[in-house]
C-alpha cells in the first residue's frame, strides 16, 4: 500500500527543509505551494506575493476545498513511489483527498511564533512578513483555511526549537520510521 505523508505547519515553521531532508533520503515530495506557483505562471507570467496568496484562495473558492490537492494528485497517480511527502497540506479536506492514493499519515512542523518570525525576517522571500503584526495577519488567513485543524490532528509532530542540524536530524529520524512503516 502506498504512504503518503502530508507535511502541514504554519509559515516558517519548517516545512521545506523537512522536504529537502526527505528528498535526500530519496522520498518523492510533491509542493501544494508548487502547484499554485505554477497557475500563477500560467495566468500572469511571472510571480509576486500577491498574486500567488489570490490565487490561493481562488482557486479553492471555485474549486473547492480540494482543488490544489486534486491537482497534485494528477502529478502523483503516473508516478512510481511507495511512500511520499506532500508539503503544505492546509486542509482536512485535502488530507482526504490524498487517501484516494494511499494510507496518509500527518506530520506537523512546530515552531513558536517568534522563532518562526526570526526565520522568516532571515529568509527574506518576497511576500514575507516584514513585522510581526503582518504575519500574525498572515497566520489568521491560513488558518482560515483549516491549516490548525490538521496540526491539531496530525500523527506526529515534530517540535523546530532549535539549531537547524538538531531539527534535519529530528526530521530525518521520523521521516525513515515512517518510511520503513509500510504497511
Known amino acids: ?11 516558517g515553521a519548517g516545512k521545506t527543509v523537512v522536504a529537502e531532508v526527505a528528498r535526500s533520503i530519496g522520498l518523492k515530495v ?8 505554477e497557475e500563477v505562471l500560467k495566468e500572469k507570467g511571472g510571480l509576486s506575493w500577491e498574486d500567488i496568496k489570490r490565487v490561493m484562495f481562488e482557486l479553492r473558492e ?17 508516478e ?12 482536512l479536506d485535502e488530507v482526504e483527498e490524498f487517501k484516494s ?4 499519515i500527518i506530520l506537523a512542523i512546530h515552531s513558536s511564533p517568534i522563532d518562526r518570525y526570526m526565520r522568516l525576517k532571515k529568509r527574506a522571500r518576497e ?20 491549516l490548525g485543524n490538521v496540526i491539531a490532528l ?17 526530521a530525518r529520524k521520523v521521516l525513515l520510521n515512517l ?5
Open 1 to 11: 500500500m502506498r504512504k503518503l505523508i502530508c507535511l502541514t505547519g504554519m509559515p
Open 30 to 37: 510533491y509542493s501544494m505551494g508548487d502547484i499554485v506557483r
Open 62 to 78: 471555485k474549486e473547492g476545498p480540494r482543488a490544489i490537492a486534486k491537482r497534485v494528485l494528477r502529478y502523483m497517480i503516473n
Open 80 to 91: 512510481n513511489w511507495n511512500v511520499a511527502v506532500v508539503e503544505g497540506v492546509r486542509s
Open 101 to 104: 492514493v494511499g494510507k496518509v
Open 127 to 146: 511576500g514575507d512578513p516584514r513585522s510581526f503584526e503582518e504575519m500574525r495577519e498572515r497566520d489568521l488567513k491560513e488558518l482560515s483555511l483549516g
Open 154 to 170: 496530525a500523527d506526529y509532530v515534530i517540535v523546530n526549537d532549535g539549531g537547524l542540524e538538531e531539527f534535519k536530524n529530528k
Open 179 to 183: 518510511s520503513f512503516d509500510v504497511e
